[in-house]
């Protein structure tokens, strides 16, 4: 798969740059069973940056997703899966930053057992987009960085979803959310579960 970012440039500062610029550097050195691979990435002539990465055939999580919750195994198989990328990815350096179900592809290995391939290291700077609000930790909504411990509060949130079938928090601002965030979770995902 080859991503060319069509906005010039991020429009933060030169240290942002450079870690990010790093990251994409150490993302093609991974090299884990459950993390698509990075083959390439760079800047274009005109300017334009790019990622080269592994093309990976299978179902995304919100797909799956859409047919309702998953069992307790099965969620345990995923979400261990996708620790150990994350585990990974975060001992080179590395965070994700848009952890979401759309970010997690399950497929097949050649054993014919599933296997979880988390994708788009590299794609995001953190921000906020359509779709990613409920995945995101209080201190990158407040507008603080992202760090490892937001990587883990997203797939936090992706457990819970994959157990009960539903979003850990309901609001309709990112301020809702945030103040739902900080008072905790109102109904626990074991009392969701029949």
Partial sequence: VVRVFMNDGYGGDDFEEKVFAEERVSLSHLNH???AGVFDSGELPEGKEFIVSELVEGKSLATMLAGGSFNSLRTARIIRQTSYALSEAHQNGILHRNL??????????????ELVKLM???????EIIEGNLAY???EEIEGGFSTYASDIYSLAVIAFRMLTGQMPYEFETEEEL??????????????LRF
């Fill in 120 to 126: 788009n290291f590299g794609v995001s700077r953190g």
């Fill in 136 to 138: 995101k930790a209080p």
């Fill in 178 to 191: 945030v103040r739902a965030q900080k008072r905790g979770l109102a109904t626990k995902a074991t009392s």
């Fill in 33 to 35: 069973p459950n993390i």
């Fill in 100 to 113: 979401r179900p759309e970010n997690i592809v399950l497929t097949v290995s050649e054993a014919g057992i």
